[in-house]
């Protein structure tokens, strides 16, 4: 099975533009979740999208958005980019279960640097 | 989910066992204990997670004690690929609960 997928891998932005991260989970999984790496505020949570619906989400502010699709992939969009957003942003997925104690899988991650 | 205590760093001999502490003194009945790692700022990995029973796999053990207020990882024979930050993380998981918090982990270190 192919792993959690994300495009691009490194990208470079200045500020005020916006840009689109894609995340293609693993196959079977409907759980898609973002988070942000950064090296002062370390892995914080974005947001968790569940059936095209966000169901769960962080303390970030309303610049950062996300959707998913009828697939599961999903997208999250950063809006009038500010130096600060320069970060690791990470895509994870899980399958949606019942059963507790599932295990989330994350992808490589995509880079982006804000000038 | 409940807070969970790490040194902050640690090193090990390569060929040895890697014993990672976490400590999580206010962990629920319901919360499982996760760990991940993560190398060189590449998207963080699973290795392992338990509610009460030791648990083992081809990359490690877990070990939790018999209260559930701390936990060990363990890598039985460590090698320099193993050098990354190891974080663990308490998680209750219920319908919908599908997120992790991370703190800030150990820096393991093996020595060649």
């Known amino acids: 099975k192919a792993g959690v997928t994300q495009t691009p891998r490194y990208l470079i932005k200045t500020r005020g533009q916006q840009v689109t991260l894609s995340c293609s989970p693993i196959?079977?999984?409907?759980?898609v979740s973002w988070y942000q790496q950064t090296p002062g505020q370390g892995l914080q949570f974005l947001f968790e999208?569940?059936?095209?619906?966000?169901?769960n989400k962080g303390n970030f502010p309303g610049r950062f958005s996300g959707r998913q699709f009828s697939n599961s992939r999903s997208e999250m969009n950063v809006s009038t980019l500010e130096l600060g957003d320069s970060a690791l942003y990470l895509c994870a997925s899980a399958e949606q279960t019942r059963i507790p104690g599932n295990t989330i899988y994350f992808g490589e991650g995509s880079w982006l640097t804000v000038v | 989910d409940a807070k969970t205590t790490q040194p902050t760093s640690m090193d090990c001999a390569e060929g040895r066992a890697a014993n990672l502490p976490c400590n999580h003194s206010t962990i629920s009945g319901n919360e499982y204990v996760y760990w991940y790692r993560q190398i060189h700022s590449q998207g963080p990995q699973y290795i392992i997670h338990g509610l009460k029973n030791n648990e083992t796999n081809e990359m490690a053990s877990l070990i939790i004690t018999e209260d559930r207020k701390s936990s060990t990882l363990i890598l039985p024979h460590a090698t320099l690929r193993d050098t990354a930050v190891y974080y663990c993380?308490?998680?209750?998981?219920?319908?919908?609960?599908?997120?992790?918090?991370f703190g800030t982990g150990t820096r393991l270190t093996i020595i060649p």
């Open positions: 993380i308490v998680r209750f998981h219920n319908f919908g609960n599908e997120k992790l918090t």
């Open positions: 196959s079977g999984h409907r759980s």
């Open positions: 999208y569940f059936s095209e619906t966000q169901r």
